[in-house]
């Protein structure tokens, strides 16, 4: 069995400081939300990442009748699906959601796809504004912004 010894009382203090430092991640969890609120906003202002479905051909019309000028997808009212972004943190963990208020209705089948409409015959495709895929890997963008972040984190607790 082998084992390393520190006989260096400025490195065993270096780490013991550091873990203190690291025995309180509300500070990382916090800013990881942040950051996945700030990725999903991006999602939204990009209409997406990658680029969602356009509108159908039917929306189109829809808008035309009514007099709607597409502003984006998904971004069409105040209140709506993007300024219900939200997101939580505690000790261990941090997310981000959203469908508030009306926006609920729609919030699943716009980050998911499926069918809505009478009848459920209207497919609607998937335009995924929260960072993440159906099995909860992050999306790159995200990712590397995660990373960054916790790196951060780590490099100020050997400070």
Known sequence: MSFMQIADENVRQTLLDA???MSDTTPLAASLERVLVS???Q???A???PAWAGLSPVTLEIYR???ITPQGILQRSPGGLRDSVQGDHDQTSATVGAGSGQSKDYAAIHQ???FAGRNRKVEIK???YLPMDSQGFLQPEAEDAVEYTASYFLQQAFK
């Open 39 to 41: 990725q999903t906003l």
């Open 19 to 21: 873990a203190a430092h």
């Open 126 to 128: 998937p335009r995924p």
């Open 112 to 114: 998911w796809g499926g």
């Open 65 to 67: 009748k009514q007099g």
């Open 43 to 45: 999602n939204f202002h």
């Open 47 to 49: 209409n997406g990442r």
